[in-house]
């Protein structure tokens, strides 16, 4: 045990106080409100076809969603997580890519479930809400709007409306200055180890969902305040807060 806490990444320790009640909350959208993957994954396999090469399937999509479409044409192109693919390759997919993205942006897309009991329970215990992604403005957008949850939220933060992306800090803490609450005051609700090192550094409290996008690694292992299978369990998280 004394090994592995020696071996975490100081941006994902978390605080040794239980959960406090926030007055702001953010939350991710793919893998946290949203499971985009089917869409993302259909997107993917034809780029490969139009390029020639092999597709990859669902299954594979999954696991290198969660750092924006850009990282993701990077990851289908050579087949793996970490790496980069010959550059004239990926500047001739990401216009493919996004030209089939902007077309397929919520036609398999759905809510998670939960998500509509979590986002309503919010609203009614009078909570601040926002919305931050690495998914580009103009999917954003359309994708909330089209599932019928984009007015839940006072703000939208996607991927390009900043200079730097989660898991910067700069998102969260342009969310907390619009809302004039205090980091200290405010919760992050994401699936991803780049939410968990967000919201450490903006100095948030962090929930993370069980079933996201984290590359098939647990959620767990990033040591979030809290866990949860549903986001219809934010109700009594947060009543039996401090």
């Known amino acids: ?53 092999p597709v990859h399937g669902e ?9 924006g479409v850009e990282r993701l044409v990077r990851r289908a192109l050579i087949g793996r997580l970490e790496g980069e693919p010959d550059e004239a390759l990926f500047e001739k997919a990401y216009p493919i890519f996004m030209e089939l993205y902007a077309e397929n942006t919520s036609k398999r897309s759905q809510l998670y479930p939960g998500v509509e009991e979590g986002l309503a329970y ?76 967000a919201a450490r550094a903006a100095g948030f409290q962090i929930v993370c969902m069980s079933y996201g996008y984290n590359h098939g690694v647990d959620i767990r292992e990033a040591s979030p305040d809290v866990v949860i299978d549903s986001m219809a369990e934010l109700a009594s998280v947060l009543a039996s807060a401090a």
């Open 122 to 197: 919010l609203q009614q215990a009078g909570y601040k809400l926002g919305c931050v992604t690495n998914k580009a403005a103009q999917f954003t957008e359309p994708l909330l709007k089209d599932l019928g949850i984009y007015d839940n939220f006072s703000i939208v933060i996607s991927g390009d409306t900043l200079a730097k992306k989660k898991p910067d800090p700069l998102p969260l803490l342009h969310a907390a200055e619009f809302f004039g609450v205090q980091p200290a005051d405010a919760m992050m609700i994401g699936d991803s180890v780049s939410d968990v090192k």
């Open 59 to 67: 299954a594979k999509v999954r696991e290198w969603v969660g750092n």
């Open 1 to 53: 045990m004394t090994e592995q806490v020696k071996s975490l990444d100081p941006s994902l320790v978390p605080r040794p106080s239980s959960l406090r009640k926030p007055q702001m909350v953010l939350i991710d959208v793919d893998g946290t409100l949203v499971d985009s993957v089917p869409d993302l994954a259909f997107c993917v396999d034809e780029m490969m076809q139009q390029l020639g090469m």
